[in-house]
């Protein structure tokens, strides 16, 4: 049964992860195993590699907690697969009310956030300011010029960057990739290898397995380097990295506001096309009570859990 659990809470990750607005590691957060999740990971080092060549693969996967890492993304994996078609049908057909439940979802996991910060300061401050001047600066990046020409390596680091954000309780890894202007493109990639393994679709082999191995290589380089780098951070200074990751949520939020046009956002009132405002309003506040009612089970079942031990 823990197994099971451990799977389920992976899937919502999983979905969590394609979402612009929560991340995994929020969800690890929200389920009760971010610990669990950042110090496993933290552990595939070269130190452990040498333990496996030296004590070999059974003292290597318990040091790594082999188990619980292979459950757990067992479960991420049966959730990106699952809705990635979701999703890119979603973007687009049904783009204004997908972006309006992604904002809703982006700010009731700032206030979640928030909760956790053990104690708040002024100077804080600082740290959400430089969050915010961070996800600007990034949402401003011409994604069609000189950046194309270097599409491979632009790909690998904005997929190493939003590795790193998938495994923070704070920005989400798709948002992240939608500042970088890759999210469509790592979306299709994904979409494109489960054509092959699925519908047995060639049409695009090559283009579709370089492109998931410049991903591929992204996600595990970020794996290894930041995994590492937030445990420690996370250790000494978990409110400022808390700060920051609000800061970097709310600065890029014109990245995902339902109404553009030409790269602008605007005032639903002056979209062009029909604005769909009373349907986005729904899903807003489907995306509230989505983090909210995840929140709310999970408290449940760790005071269920509480009692059935007393």
Known sequence: MKSLSIILKGVFMGIADLVPGVSGGTMALIFGIYDD???????????SLRLLKDNGIKAFWIEI????????????FIGVSLFTYLIDWLINN????????????????????YK???????NLLLYFLFGILISYSISQINTTSEIESFSGLYLFFSSLFAISAMILPGISGAYILILFGTYTEVISTIKGLL??????????????????????????????????????????YYDAVLVFMIGLMLGGIS?????QENGESILPFNYSGENFILLALIFFILGILF???VQLLEKQKHNDEKENHQ
């Open 255 to 259: 990245k995902i506001w339902p109404w």
């Open 94 to 113: 049904h783009p204004i009310p997908l972006w309006a439940f992604f904002i809703g979802v982006l700010l009731s996991s700032i206030i979640f956030i």
């Open 195 to 236: 054509n092959i393994f699925i519908k047995q679709d060639y049409t695009n082999l090559y283009i579709v397995t370089y492109k998931a191995s410049i991903i591929a290589f992204g996600i595990i380089c970020g794996i290894l380097i930041f995994s590492k780098i937030f445990k420690w951070l996370l250790v000494k």
């Open 37 to 47: 999740f950042i110090f496993s990971l933290s552990k595939i080092s070269i130190s």
């Open 291 to 293: 983090i909210f009612g």
């Open 65 to 76: 907690n082999g188990s619980f890492l292979l459950k757990l993304f067992s479960g991420i």
């Open 116 to 122: 956790n910060i053990k104690n708040p300061k002024t």
